[in-house]
């Protein structure tokens, strides 16, 4: 059985200008970073704008587990199954962090015979987006920095920077760091840290900002401190914003990729979902709606956690509005969920697979309290056995959704081709009968209403806890006037709850909200609950350890 880069490694890739051209760019939009990739220009917007939009399909997923659910997978899958049927489909997707590649989760290219390519391209650093993203934030950081060595005008309180600065890299060493040590000359000591870039700020507002000029307004509104009076300093103040978005202007620009299938693929942008907001860039989105009559793109980890974020924020901010939900689970995760270990999920249990169900049955009907109809995929492993596939399927049409066994990983757009016509033929009906989209809750609503509601609507929870120091960090964000801002939930993807331990539909529980966070230049609040880390670490034996180069520059242990 071949691995994923070495299916990758035997693909027929076509020239990037000819993948361009099925989409009817020209030659002088496109911005090639070599043969097999290219970046899309400014102008392609603006000449875009007479057409109607196509579908938006959310791709999303149960919450994960050990298992494996393959949710970039089955978006592959479908985008190469929505060709197969004579549908003009466009791909939109996140980029991978560096972290997960060398840590232990993995890329986002897919899997299989559904994978986006060049893959290592993709996985590792693709057009410098995340470099760029990386530069810009620390670019802010040294600035400020600097500000409070020479003179420090603003009246910082070096107490309550609030801005920290980013590698795209799992690195626990730096989670609390002091800088500013050596003598005068060397700034002035305090106590920093590090995000990982994908959780950074500056990577939300590249991902929400729809021009040049709202991506500078949005890093001008970045809350950087509070000065010694207790009111805000804010980047503008700083004067950074300028140099930032001369960083990041050619990161601004989607970057164009193809499935093995030589499917179009946007890939921009890559926020965590169980950090920060978890969904590619609302500039790749909106002009995948453009250019296809079909856009299909994913939010990370569950429902809970980047489809809510999906719908909440990049759908309020971008005025998007999704015509179909895919939701992925596997029968394996469903037992896992009843409570089997992971060693033994081959084998048939229809106990476990009835008791953990409850977990799809839940993010089914989250997805329905947005208005948007639900399609469940199945991805299908070997080891599914007729009657634990016909539970499934009966269990999905007692809720009144369609479900589909997937084989893209194995079979690519050929085994995705019954999910495909089942999506479309979704979409034709709601479309009929007048389905609308509509966000969980109104921004008007208190900081904490908003959590709550969140917490009860979509989590189960009964109710949330908000600590001392949480009750205080919403208390400020509302006095300097930012209490209608949508919510960003800082939540472990393991659970509905913030215990990961609490599998399938946890009950009888509170959700912690330990901090809130202000990310004015994108556009929310973020709430943090559990032990949710803005820096991951690598684990004891890291994916690293398997990847190598030779000679000839050839990649092997690239999953």
């Not at 089955?74 to 199954?81: D, H, K, N, R, T």
């Not at 500013?180 to 060397?186: D, E, I, R």
Request: proline share 4%.
């Amino acid at each position: 059985m071949l691995s994923d880069i070495e299916i990758a490694q035997s693909a027929k890739m076509k020239k990037i200008s000819e993948i361009a051209q099925g989409l009817g760019i020209s030659e002088d939009d496109l911005e090639p970073y070599g043969h097999y990739k290219a970046k899309l220009s400014e102008n392609l917007y603006s000449k875009l704008a007479f057409r109607d939009d196509g579908k938006l399909i959310l791709v999303t997923a149960i919450n994960p587990t050990p298992a494996g659910e393959g949710k970039t997978t089955v978006s592959v899958g479908l985008a190469e199954a929505m060709g197969r049927i004579g549908k003009n489909a466009v791909l939109a997707l996140r980029e991978p962090s560096l972290g997960p590649v060398f840590g232990i989760k993995g890329g986002a290219a897919g899997g299989g015979y559904a994978q986006v390519v060049p893959m290592e391209d993709i996985n590792l650093h693709f057009t410098g987006d995340m470099h760029a993203i990386t530069a810009a934030n620390n670019l802010l950081c040294a600035m400020i920095d600097n500000h409070l060595q020479q003179g420090n005008a603003l009246n910082i309180d070096q107490r309550r920077i609030m801005f920290k600065r980013c590698l795209d890299m799992n690195d626990r060493a730096l989670r609390n760091v002091i800088v500013g040590l050596g003598g005068k000359a060397n700034g002035v000591p305090r106590e920093d840290g590090f995000n990982i870039t994908v959780a950074s700020e500056v990577m939300a507002i590249l991902c929400l900002a729809t021009d040049i000029a709202d991506l500078k307004e949005r890093l001008g509104n970045i809350l950087v401190a509070y000065d010694l009076n207790g009111d805000p300093v804010f980047a503008r103040q700083i004067g950074a914003c300028g140099a930032m978005t001369a960083l990041l202007k050619d990161a601004l620009k989607p970057n164009l990729v193809q499935t093995l299938e030589n499917n179009p693929a946007f890939i921009h942008g890559g926020p965590f979902a169980n950090i920060a907001h978890g969904c590619n860039s609302v500039r790749a989105t909106k002009l995948a709606l453009k250019l296809g009559d079909y856009c299909i793109t994913e939010a990370g980890f569950g429902s809970d956690l980047g489809a809510e974020k999906f719908f909440d924020i990049k759908c309020r901010y971008g005025g998007l509005k999704p015509s179909c939900v895919v939701l992925v689970a596997t029968i394996r995760a469903l037992k896992y969920n009843g409570g089997v270990q992971k060693n033994d999920l081959a084998k048939e249990n229809m106990w476990a697979l009835e008791k953990g169900i409850v977990n799809l049955q839940t993010h089914i009907e989250n997805m329905h309290k947005y208005h948007v109809p639900v399609v469940v995929a199945i991805n299908r492993f070997s080891t599914d056995t007729e009657d634990e596939v016909n539970f499934v399927k009966n269990f999905c049409s007692d809720m009144g959704v369609e479900v589909s066994m997937c084989e893209v990983f194995a079979k690519g757009g050929e085994g995705g081709k019954d999910l495909a016509e089942k999506v479309c033929d979704t979409i034709k009906y709601c479309s009929e009968s007048g389905s609308e989209f509509k966000p969980l809750y109104s921004t008007a609503l208190s900081i904490k209403e908003k959590v709550e509601t969140i917490a009860k609507e979509i989590y189960r929870a009964d109710g949330v806890v908000f600590t001392a120091q949480a009750e205080k960090a919403i208390k400020e964000i509302e006095a300097i006037g930012f209490r209608d801002l949508p919510v960003c939930v800082a939540k472990t993807q393991y659970s509905l709850s913030d215990n990961p331990a609490l599998l399938g539909k946890p009950k009888n529980f509170n959700i912690t909200v330990r901090d809130a966070r202000l990310s004015s230049g994108a556009g929310f609040v973020v709430i943090y609950t559990g032990d949710i880390l803005t820096m991951p670490g690598l684990p004891k034996n890291p994916a690293a350890f398997n990847i190598d180069c030779d000679n000839n520059g050839n990649i092997t242990g690239l999953f």
